[in-house]
Structures are given as structure tokens and as C-alpha cells.
């Protein structure tokens, strides 16, 4: 037990007395947490936005005018029929009016509805079809644009969803890609500078490594300073950024709410309170782990025991 | 206490012979003066026995312990056992006298408790009562291996080897750390001491162990100094 306060104290002395050496190490560290870090916040706006995409919308059919209910049942069967098909509503013209005077109870835009009497009714029939999975929507599209059904569809709406989910992905993709050759660059980066660090770190204490070896100190007590001091470095640097996480989100946060409008859905601040110590705890493992086996072979290069 | 057994080492996979076919039984309680010129192979005999380096051929036993074929991990077991002094005394310099002492026990792992009645005992022990809190850069050659010898002396051992500890020492200085050593050896420990002072070895009227290019060329109790 008082051999292991000695090691850390041991350690502390490694850490702060090559303090700047420290601080660079540190530093290293953080860009490598941070770009990891990102990469796993850009997974969760992705899967978050079209979780909630996915949830939302469905092709959204505007049938002609002159569509009778029986054509629009055939159209419904026939739509079911197909495999990628999970579901289709019908909209009835009463339901699309109400809806349209719903929505713009407030605004200007529904005075538009004044030109009509009270019975007559200018929408019409639509559908909300539902798919199985998002990439199926252009088939269905497609299966709708036939030229036997020219008659029936006036306009089928998707493709404000369909570029909004090409945004997202393409930004994740973007984000993703560049983030995780960061958190590679990084990383490596850590594992040199770690391992000079170490290497320093022994070079500076040869002359108390040779007493103790000279007196009989144990072959860990000698090794485990100098491991303990990296994991020191991991953690200082998971715990930094740990503890930026939160006021860097809440400045992001209302851009993100700014830039999907609609799909307020994505709360990353909210998505790291609940998972911080998840996150930040398998980071800190995987840094230890990496920073342990770095020193390992500093040790063995320049400890000679 | 020490059986040196047709110990032989050499260097440089093989090219200089430092060691040649030593013989020799030290006795517990002895105190041995091994002589030679520069580069008779002292220091050598030295690291073998402390287990720096391992020899070529023969046998080292120390204490009844055969550590010819010692496993890296029972090393700090031996250097518990015994006690090593240099001739730059391997202080460390941001350390008080105390502090110096204490980080041997430290780092063995000895309690709080213990640090604190055996270091002030070794301190007067060797006659640095008073100057505990003084850094190295403010002690004498002489003081300064005495601390090197209080550390030594922190696992108690049986053995103490001393390695031309007077050479960078004026006569004064030599005489007081002889008398230190002579009062350890009297104390019980068996004290092995390597110099190339013809005065110290003559004075001491103990045995003798002479080398030459890595051979013993003489072996005298009450001995003096050959070359
Ligand atoms: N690490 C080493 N590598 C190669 N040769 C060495 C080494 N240490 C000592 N020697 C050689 O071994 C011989 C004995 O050296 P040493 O034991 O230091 O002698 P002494 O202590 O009596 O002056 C010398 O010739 C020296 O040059
Ligand atoms: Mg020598």
C-alpha cells in the first residue's frame, strides 16, 4: 500500500517536472480525444436526423383534381402491392382543407380559401405513402410516375426529403472522413510523442533509476512510475475535454437547431449529459491502453533493468 | 561470505579478458582490501559480485547463495543483502542528506515509521549528526560519502563493498572514511574494500587480494601493498 502512494507520487514528480514537456503531451492528447470525440457526435446528428426523417415523412401524393374515389382505391392496392411499400393513407379533399386551414389559421394565405363558397372544396385527393426503407422512395416514385398513371398523380413530393437526407449524409460523410483521419493522425502523433515523453521522463530520473537499483528497489517500482505517469497524460486529457464538452455544445447547439430547422430532434447536449461518462470513460481506457503499451516499449528500449 | 569459484569475464564478446580464473573465499566479518593497478579487472569483480554484469564461466556464491545464474527479478533480493559504495558517491543532488537516505528505504518499501528511526540512526552512524538537511553542493568530498555510506547501510547488511571510495578524497578525508569503514566492519559487517592507495592498504594490517590483468597474483592476510 505505501509502495503504491510512493509509485504515484513518483508519477506526479514525472508529470510536473518536465511540466512544458507535459503540457505539449497533453495537448497531443486532446486533439486525439477531441477528433474522436467529434467523430462520435457526427454519428449521432446522422443517426438522429434521419431517425427522425425516417419517423416524419412519406411520399406525399397530390392526386388530379378529377380523381374519383374508386380510381383512388385501385391506385391504393396497387401501391400495396408493392414490397417497398409499408404503408399508404389516404387524404381525402375534406381532411387536406381542414389540414391547409390548420396550418395557416394565422396567415394571410388563407384568405386564398375566400374566392370559394363554403361547400366548394379545392383540394384534392392525396396519398402518404409510407416506405420500408428511405432508398426505396425512388423506386416508388418511379413506379408512380408510369405513364398509366399520368391521369391520376398531379405531383409527388420527396425530393426536399430526399436532399435533406443527401445533406446530412453527405456532411456526416464529410465530417466523418476528415474527422477520423484526424483522430488517426492524432492518435499516432500521441503514440510518438508518448513514447519521447517516457523516453525523457527516464533520462531524467537515470540518476535516481541507478540508486534505486543500486539499493534493491523492485523491478515494478521502477517500471510502474513511468507507466502510471502516461495514464496520468490520458487521463488529464480526457478530463479536459470532458469538461469543454459541454459549453462547446451550447454553442453549437443553436446552430444545429438553426441549420435543420424542423428537425429539432437532434439535442447534442442532451445526447452528451446521458452519455458522457460512456464516452469519455471508453476513451480514457483506449488512450491508457495505448499510452501503457507505448511506454512499454520505451521502458524496454531505454530502462535497462 | 563471498566464494569466488574459477570466475572468469571478459568483454567485447570475448575480446578483453578482464577476469581470469579467480579463486577466493571471503569470510563473514572479514575486512579485504582487493589492489591493483588501473584496468586489472577491480570493478569487474565488483559488478559481478553485485550482479551488474554475469560472468563467463565459474561460480559466484554470496552468502550461501549461488548467484551465478541470478533471474533479473531476484536482483533487488541481493542488493537488499548487501551494501555499495563508489568513488562519486551517487547522491542525488536535490536531495537533502536525509532525503538521500530516505529514498533507498522509500523506494524498498520500507514503512513511514521506519524511515524515520532507521535513517537518523545511519546519519550518526556515520557522523553527520546535525547536518541532515544540508544538499550535497554543501558537504565535503568526505561527507558526501558518508552519506553514500549511511545509505549502504539502510538494509543492514552483512556485506559492504566499497569501490575506490577514497579516490577522490585528500589524505584527511581517506584516514576518517577508512576509520568509518573499519568501525562498520567491527560493527560485524564483512567490509571488501577495492583501492589503489598504498598508504591505506599498508595501515590497514588486514588481508590483501592483489590483481593483475584480471588474475590474483597474490592473496596475503595481513598483507601490504605489492606493486
Ligand atoms: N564495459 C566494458 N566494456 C569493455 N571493456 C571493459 C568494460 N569495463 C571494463 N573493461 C575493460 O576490462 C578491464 C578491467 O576493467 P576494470 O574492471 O574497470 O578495472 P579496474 O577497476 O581495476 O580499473 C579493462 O581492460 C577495461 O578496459
Ligand atoms: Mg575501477
Known amino acids: ?305 | 561470505m563471498i566464494k569466488l569459484v574459477d570466475l572468469s569475464k571478459s568483454y567485447s564478446s570475448g575480446k578483453v579478458a578482464a577476469l581470469k580464473n579467480i579463486n577466493a573465499h571471503i569470510k563473514p566479518g572479514e575486512f579485504v582490501s582487493i589492489v591493483g593497478q588501473s584496468g586489472s579487472g577491480k570493478t569487474t569483480l565488483v559488478r559481478l559480485i553485485i550482479a551488474e554484469e554475469k560472468p563467463d564461466s565459474g561460480q559466484i556464491i554470496i552468502g550461501g547463495w549461488d548467484i551465478t545464474g541470478i533471474k533479473d527479478r531476484e536482483i533487488p533480493t541481493l542488493r537488499r543483502q548487501l551494501g555499495v559504495i563508489f568513488q562519486d558517491f551517487k547522491l542525488l543532488p536535490k536531495k537533502t542528506v536525509f532525503e538521500n537516505v530516505a529514498f533507498a528505504m522509500e523506494t524498498c518499501g520500507f514503512s513511514n515509521k521506519e524511515i524515520k528511526k532507521t535513517v537518523p540512526q545511519m546519519i550518526s552512524l556515520v557522523g553527520l549528526k546535525g547536518k541532515e538537511d544540508r544538499y550535497s553542493h554543501q558537504l565535503s568530498g568526505g561527507e558526501k560519502q558518508r552519506v553514500a555510506i549511511a545509505r549502504s547501510l539502510v538494509h543492514k547488511p552483512k556485506l559492504l563493498i566499497a569501490d575506490e571510495p577514497t579516490g577522490n578524497l585528500d589524505s584527511i578525508n581517506t584516514r576518517e572514511i577508512i576509520d568509518l569503514l573499519k568501525k562498520i566492519n567491527n560493527l560485524g559487517t564483512t567490509v571488501v574494500l577495492v583501492t589503489h592507495n598504498k598508504d591505506v592498504v599498508n595501515s590497514l594490517r588486514s588481508r590483501v587480494i592483489t590483481l593483475d590483468s584480471g588474475q590474483i597474483i597474490s592473496d596475503q592476510e595481513e598483507g601490504r601493498y605489492l606493486l
Not at chain 1, 88 to 108: A, G, K, M
Not at chain 1, 149 to 160: A, I, M, R, T
Open chain 1, 1 to 305: 500500500m505505501i509502495s503504491f502512494f510512493r509509485i504515484i507520487k513518483f508519477a506526479l514528480q514525472g508529470v510536473f517536472r518536465n511540466f512544458w514537456l507535459s503540457v505539449v503531451t497533453i495537448t497531443m492528447m486532446i486533439m486525439a480525444v477531441l477528433s474522436v470525440t467529434i467523430l462520435v457526435a457526427m454519428d449521432y446528428v446522422k443517426e438522429a436526423t434521419i431517425a427522425s426523417v425516417k419517423n416524419k415523412v412519406d411520399i406525399l401524393v397530390e392526386l388530379r383534381f378529377n380523381a374519383g374515389s374508386d380510381e383512388v382505391e385501385g391506385l391504393v392496392i396497387e401501391l400495396e402491392r408493392l414490397t417497398e411499400v409499408k404503408s399508404v393513407r389516404v387524404i381525402t379533399p375534406q381532411e387536406n382543407l381542414e389540414i391547409f386551414r390548420q396550418r395557416n389559421q394565422d396567415s394571410q394565405i388563407s384568405r386564398a380559401l375566400d374566392i370559394y363558397d363554403e361547400e366548394e372544396n379545392p383540394f384534392s385527393y392525396s396519398l402518404a405513402i409510407g416506405a420500408y426503407d428511405l432508398s426505396q422512395y425512388p423506386q416508388i416514385l418511379e413506379f408512380l410516375n408510369q405513364e398509366k398513371y399520368s391521369g391520376l398523380v398531379q405531383v409527388s413530393e420527396f425530393d426536399s426529403h430526399e436532399e435533406f437526407i443527401e445533406r446530412i449524409n453527405s456532411i456526416a460523410e464529410f465530417v466523418n472522413r476528415y474527422s477520423l483521419y484526424l483522430a488517426l493522425i492524432f492518435i499516432a502523433i500521441s503514440v510518438i510523442v508518448i513514447f519521447n515523453t517516457i523516453r525523457i521522463s527516464i533520462y531524467t530520473r537515470r540518476d535516481e533509476i541507478m540508486i534505486m537499483k543500486l539499493v534493491g528497489a523492485g523491478n515494478s517500482f521502477v517500471r510502474l512510475p513511468f507507466v502510471l505517469e502516461s495514464v496520468f497524460y490520458a487521463l488529464a486529457a480526457v478530463l479536459l475535454v470532458a469538461a469543454a464538452v459541454y459549453p462547446l455544445v451550447s454553442l453549437l447547439q443553436p446552430v444545429l437547431n438553426n441549420y435543420f430547422q424542423d428537425y429539432s430532434a437532434i439535442d447534442l447536449r442532451n445526447y452528451f449529459i446521458g452519455n458522457l461518462l460512456e464516452i469519455f470513460f471508453y476513451q480514457f481506457i483506449a488512450l491508457a491502453l495505448i499510452n501503457t503499451l507505448s511506454t512499454s516499449v520505451a521502458i524496454r528500449r531505454y530502462l535497462r533493468i
